[in-house]
């Protein structure tokens, strides 16, 4: 799992909403439960996109609980 840094995501993260780069085969349960246990935080949903350019990934954009934030979101990397 690797944080997605981009203007946009940035900007997502003031509605509770962080943007990762996660393996194919990984499952919403199996990033729920990676994202509440390295970052201690609550997560409220979610969503999954596959993405097709050159080298097939996916994208994670996560939403957790209002109140929360990832304090070191893209201050390491992460796997």
Not at 5 to 28: C, G, H, L, P
Not at 44 to 62: E, F, H, L, P, Y
């Amino acid at each position: 799992m690797k944080p997605i840094i981009t203007e946009k995501s940035m900007k997502a993260t003031a509605q509770n909403r962080y943007t990762f780069r996660v393996d194919r085969k990984t499952t919403k349960g199996q990033i729920k439960k990676e994202v509440e246990e390295k970052f201690k935080v609550d997560v409220v949903r979610v969503r999954t996109m596959n993405v097709k350019k050159k080298k097939r990934w996916k994208k994670a954009i996560v939403e957790i609980k209002k109140g929360q934030k990832i304090e070191d979101f893209g201050g390491k990397d992460e796997k």
